[in-house]
């Protein structure tokens, strides 16, 4: 991955670059070859986590450390094409200050995880409060004023792409097909997935609170329908002993009540992660040419 990464941005900026790369806590020798790496290379430094913080926090600690004018945001499985960099910085000279990566195609993936990513996205931007786009990862090149708004806030439950987006600035587009998984395996199995689902709904959006006030209604409205029903069934002399409708109304109301304590405790809990003001991670090591360095 450095390999491909550092001839492109030889061939962009000659050495003038850095490669900031994360180890996010792992223990199957990633760090080793990360330093490694740095002692052969000036322009790689190497960070390491004082745990593992997940895929959001990591890239944010990285992040936190770059001091270029423009940025680019890539995991090290290559399935986002690093040769895109040259046409990248094209699009961003002609006035942009992101250019993301929106995939056309995605190659090496299960029809159940591209039906699920396609739902995901499209259930998102309808619910957020702002345009996040479509069918786009966190592959994007972002330049240093839209890094210094990144940076500057402080929340626990990232979500990048979806940050990016928030804060604005003029945002175009690079389509491309997303490539195979080059070495490894994926470590977003679906909890993980589901939780970073729910970090980008909870995160910038109030519609799923609004949505549970109305379907709290509706189910108001429903139990009355029932209740008018059984008035009838009374009056009729219809009723028979141990009435399954009863029953149904009690699973609906108990279900509804559910659902909306379920929808507001995770947002409680959000405001309780926050309200501690922890900060989102800690470095463990920071390794720049081979030389340990302080932060």
Known sequence: ??????????????????????????????????????????????????????????????????????????DADLQDPPELLPEMMQIMDSGYDVVYGKRIKRQGETWLKKVAAK???????????????????????INQKVLKALNSMPEANRFIRGMISWVGFRQAPIMYEREKRHSGETHYPFPKMLRLAIDAITG????????????????????????????????????????????????????????????????IGRIFIESKRRPNYFIDEIIKGGEKITK
């Open 204 to 267: 910038f959006s109030m519609k799923p609170l609004r949505t549970a006030f109305f379907f709290g209604l509706f189910s108001a409205f429903l139990g009355l329908i029932f209740l008018i029903y059984a008035f009838y069934t009374w009056i009729t002399e219809k009723v028979v002993p141990g009435w399954t409708s009863i029953v149904s109304i009690i699973l609906i109301m108990n279900s509804t009540q559910f659902i909306l304590l379920g929808l507001m405790g995770e947002y």
């Open 1 to 74: 991955m450095c390999g491909r990464l550092s001839g492109v941005c030889n061939s962009m900026a000659g050495l003038s670059y850095e490669i900031v790369l994360v180890n996010d806590g792992s223990t199957d020798g990633t760090w080793n070859r990360i330093t490694e790496l740095s002692k052969k290379h000036a322009e790689v430094t190497a960070v390491n986590l004082s745990r593992n913080y997940g895929h959001q926090l990591a890239l944010s600690a990285g992040l936190s450390l770059c001091v270029g004018g423009r940025i680019l945001i890539i």
């Open 119 to 141: 739902i995901f996205y499209r259930l998102l931007d309808f619910l957020s409060d702002i345009h996040i786009h479509n069918d786009t990862g966190d592959f994007r090149l």
